[in-house]
């Protein structure tokens, strides 16, 4: 496993969509640049309490977590999270954690956009500059 940071960006993927109809003026679309910790053994996107609250991301359930060190609890679920990593995005939903004050980008995220982590040289990059690729 390896642990290293990234900035990226996440917006409310509702507001995007309404800024790209004319219906909100772009800056009014809510958006935030975050430290995001990339975690191989991280499954979802993880993020702070405080960005969800300013990003006004609708909740989208409960899910249970299972931290490292054992501990276990029910954490908040948002939805409609637009995440742009290296120039690709897409929209997930996220684990809301109360006291964090950094993203975890987790191996969903990664997947959907084709990142590929190298833990020698704690980078980042696309598989394929070009594509997105999808196995099948």
Do not use: W
Not at 17 to 37: E, N
Not at 45 to 54: D, H, N, S
Not at 106 to 119: N, W
């Amino acid at each position: 496993m390896g642990r290293f940071a990234v900035e990226f960006k996440l917006s409310n993927n509702i507001d995007v969509a309404l800024g790209r109809r004319g219906l909100l003026p772009s800056d009014q679309v809510r958006q935030v640049t975050i430290q995001g910790m990339v975690g191989t053994g991280t499954m979802r996107l993880v993020i702070p309490a405080c960005v969800a609250e300013q990003l006004g991301l609708p909740e989208a359930g409960e899910t249970q977590v299972h931290y490292a060190d054992g501990r276990r609890a029910t954490r908040k679920l948002v939805g409609n999270i637009r995440v742009e990593l290296l120039g690709r995005e897409s929209t997930f939903r996220a684990i809301v954690e109360p006291n964090r004050d950094s993203a975890l980008i987790g191996a969903i995220v990664l997947e959907e956009l084709d990142l590929v982590v190298d833990c020698v040289t704690q980078t980042l990059r696309p598989r394929d500059p070009k594509y997105i690729t999808s196995e099948i």
